[in-house]
């Protein structure tokens, strides 16, 4: 089960750089009963695994750009190394279900927030770069990804969309390259305290090294608006899911 569960992420991944961590810790902890801190670990690493695999495509088809990539972890590293600590420091069995509701209100605003930007966007770009702004707003979305694995690719693109001149393909490849920095910080972390299922880990892994290379082969002859829609109403019931079992 975990093999598909990773091919199918993988593939949404790929095709949309959208869906790692949001959709892989929330389904962790609801489907696996894995505790919110080994569920975020494992997400990460999962995350830096397919991302490292599949962000040489995107380079080799010059849809990254550096400048904005390096606004992004400019912001991004040092937030997702004040997250990533704040859920390690974090006496978790005490406030589990304030993190599951902090978890799930993120996921389910980031998905509210994605949906907003493909109503109100038809595909047309911004004229100007204010990378100054990218690297500040980088630093909470960094945060989040540190504390619950989410944000990297739907705040990315969002952050991306609005404050650069970026093409689609481009704010697509630069969010990917962006979001395989901050997974790769938040998973070494975690691998090195031990806060993840190797055993999940593993299997998630082997589907998703073959659906992220899927994912972007389809990336180049299918739209990928379509389906950020539709895994964008997935994580918004995912983080209300999350937030019923925070409560109840």
Not at 180 to 199: E, F, R
């Amino acid at each position: 089960m975990t093999f598909l569960l990773g091919f199918l992420i993988a593939a949404a991944v790929g095709l949309t750089g959208v869906g790692a961590g949001s959709l892989t810790a929330p389904l962790l902890i609801l489907v696996f009963n894995q505790p919110p801190t080994a569920a975020v670990g494992t997400a990460l690493v999962f995350t830096m695994a397919i991302k490292v695999v599949v962000a040489p495509v995107y380079m080799k088809r010059r849809q990254v750009n550096p400048r904005a990539l390096g606004a992004m972890c400019g912001g991004g590293v040092p937030g997702v190394l004040a997250g990533t600590l704040l859920l390690s420091y974090l006496d978790v069995h005490r406030y589990e279900r304030a993190v599951l509701l902090l978890v799930g209100t993120m996921v389910a605003g980031m998905a509210l927030y994605n949906l907003y930007r493909l109503a109100r966007r038809s595909g047309a770009v911004p004229g100007t770069d204010r990378l100054g702004w990218v690297a500040a707003v980088a630093v909470p979305i960094g945060a989040e990804v540190g504390f619950s694995s989410a944000g990297a690719g739907a705040l990315g693109s969002l952050v991306l969309l609005n404050l650069t001149s970026l093409t689609p393909a481009q704010v697509v490849g630069t969010d990917l390259c962006f979001g395989l920095v901050v997974s790769s910080i938040g998973g070494v972390w975690h691998l090195s305290a031990g806060d993840y299922n190797a055993t999940l880990l593993r299997g998630l892994a082997l589907g998703g090294l073959a659906g992220v290379l899927l994912g972007a082969w389809l990336s180049s002859v299918l739209p990928a608006r379509p389906l950020r829609a539709a895994l964008s109403v997935a994580l918004f019931g995912l983080g209300l899911e999350l937030c019923w079992k925070a409560c109840f």
